[in-house]
């Protein structure tokens, strides 16, 4: 499971409301000094996110508790997979199809960048309904 420490900031009926900081991994890489990466991890570092969490064990929580929240890493790869796969498939499947058309380079890149639109869309409007699954959605693990 992946986890997160977080504040819990509002306890309603739509559920559990926690705080949680963005950070990245930088800060404990050995490299963190001659990678690029780093540059655009600390662009959100330090942002606040707040997030509704589910809590399926009952567990007894009030507004300012610390919390461990979590998403199983078998769902975390599967919508990672699905966010960026599918519109990368579509997007060689465009150019593939205008290839074999025979159509002329310029129709080419048109129809592969029509392709990468059509699954972008596809992505965005089919994660609405497939990721409103539970284990999609991050849990209360544990309150300290």
């Known amino acids: 499971m992946i986890e997160e420490n977080g504040t819990v900031v509002e306890v309603n009926a739509d559920g559990i409301w926690v705080e949680t900081i963005k950070s990245s991994a930088c800060a404990s890489c050995a490299a ?11 662009a959100g570092d330090g942002k606040r ?6 809590n399926p064990n009952q567990l007894n929580v009030n507004a300012l508790d610390a ?9 975390f ?13 579509a997007l060689f499947l465009g150019a593939l199809g205008a290839e074999l058309l ?10 592969a960048l029509l392709a990468l639109s059509a699954g972008l869309i ?3 409007y089919c994660s609405i309904t497939l990721f409103k699954s539970c284990k999609y959605q991050p849990v209360l ?3 300290f």
């Open 32 to 42: 963190r000094n001659g990678c690029g990466q780093k540059l655009l991890a600390s």
């Open 49 to 54: 996110m707040v997030v509704n969490v589910s």
């Open 67 to 75: 919390v461990v929240i979590g998403v199983e890493e078998g769902a």
């Open 77 to 89: 790869l599967k919508a990672t997979l699905y966010v960026y796969l599918v519109p990368l498939v």
């Open 102 to 111: 025979n159509l002329s380079e310029g129709y080419i890149i048109l129809s």
């Open 122 to 124: 596809g992505v965005k």
């Open 141 to 143: 693990v544990k309150v």
